[in-house]
């Protein structure tokens, strides 16, 4: 998976920091609208229709697919979304679309605009049948790349289980390097989920054992986990004594706290950072800032700003880093390190995190989006096919409606942790959805049949009169 394929840096303007990034998911969904469009055109030339009716329809098609896609999202996660923003709405670039409400959304706009346009409906919509199979197989792409509607366990064995990583490095990286990847960069969805249920355990080198916790919802209640540190809080390796600071004296380490501090006496992030890069002195390089800035001023609601930190701070910090520390390697528990339990726990410290970072998969999942490709071009061959065959107008549309939620509600068990999901009737949305959209089609499929072969003359025939 490539959550990001290309990173141009960080643009900063006004104040205020703009990275510049190219993201799978939307960049399938740009080449998916695009191949459309010209497979759309062509296939409508073929029919003697106006390829530029196509390109005016697509763009309805884009403002009802997109719409619809993150409707239907936003509805199923409103718990989630019910105090977000108009931003956070919006926000589709990593993904958060349903495609059921996407095909419904855009096809409704479609077909309004064919009803404006007055054109043949049942023409375009046999045009752009396979138009929809196509782009459905570069959303899949955007899946797979996301790394999100992934499936469900496996055997680890499986030739074709998937396991994606925790967090995706760029595959072509202009910006900022943090060991290949990007500041801000958040978990893989696939990762993230299987973390949530304690289905994978990441390295505790990469997770902040302070409050607040990443909670997820667990049946009727919900689980507590540790939040991941962020990727610019990671390192690669070092070389110096990661314990020195730890186990001085604290008049020793005021001493090299104030050789570092700002003028106002205290550390920020930024200040911190440098501190950390020197690897000498108070900060020694492997002290994380989102685990120190917990000890920092803590709000009315429980959560804790980010510093600046006095030295009490973060002595407060480096005593409880300390005590985690000792109950690791110190294996007598006399409170101290004899050389050997030192060294150890120097090694711990200084082991490169960027590298374990990228070690990081989840367990042998069902690849989902693989198959998800498979079927939609499956599909699309044989809607081409019925296409040099059909009898009557309007068909083609409704035999998609017909098998593609068919293939959608065993898909459906496949991305579900439970394969037989469907015999014990624990149905998820997308299969409700699928058994309305086989209704509809089936539905349009004898309307079809009620309605003359043809759906009207053909723009040529439309012009000579």
Known sequence: MRQIIIAFGTLRFAGSEFPLRVYGYGLMLVLGFLVGILLARWRARR???????????????????????????????????RDAGLGELMNITSGGLIYFGGLLGGAGLVILGMILKRVPVRRFLDIMAVTVMVGLAFGRM????????????????????????????????????????????????????????????????????????????????????????PVEDLHGPLTTDQLATMFSTPAKAYKAFQAVAGADGKLNRDEWAQARSRGEGFLRGSEPWAAAARFGPISLDGYTYPGPLSFEDAWR????????????????????????????ANEYLQADLWKLLGEQRTEALRPAQVLGIANALLLAGLLVLFYRHRRREGRVFALMLILYPITRFILESIRNADPLNVFYGNWTHNQISSMVLILLGAALWYVSGRRPASAGPTLAQRLAK
């Open 47 to 81: 029919a003697g229709e106006d390829p530029e009716v196509v390109s005016q329809l697509a763009i309805w098609a884009l403002i009802g697919g997109v719409g619809g896609a993150r409707l239907a999202y936003v509805v199923k996660e409103w718990d989630f979304y």
């Open 142 to 229: 955007g899946c797979l790349l996301n790394g999100c509607c992934w499936g469900g366990r496996c055997d680890e064995n499986w030739p074709l289980a998937a396991r994606f990583p925790m967090i995706s490095r760029p595959l072509v990286n202009f910006g900022e390097n943090c060991g290949g990847y990007l500041p801000g960069q958040s978990l893989c969805p696939a990762y993230a989920g299987e973390y949530s249920h304690g289905r994978v355990l990441p390295d505790p080198r990469l997770l902040n054992p302070y409050p607040p916790y990443f909670r997820a919802e667990e049946g009727d209640g919900h689980i507590e986990r540790f939040t991941p540190l």
């Open 317 to 344: 910090y480096l005593q409880s880093r300390k005590d985690r520390i000792l109950g690791l390697f110190d294996a007598d528990r006399d409170g101290k390190f004899s050389p050997r339990e030192h060294r150890r």
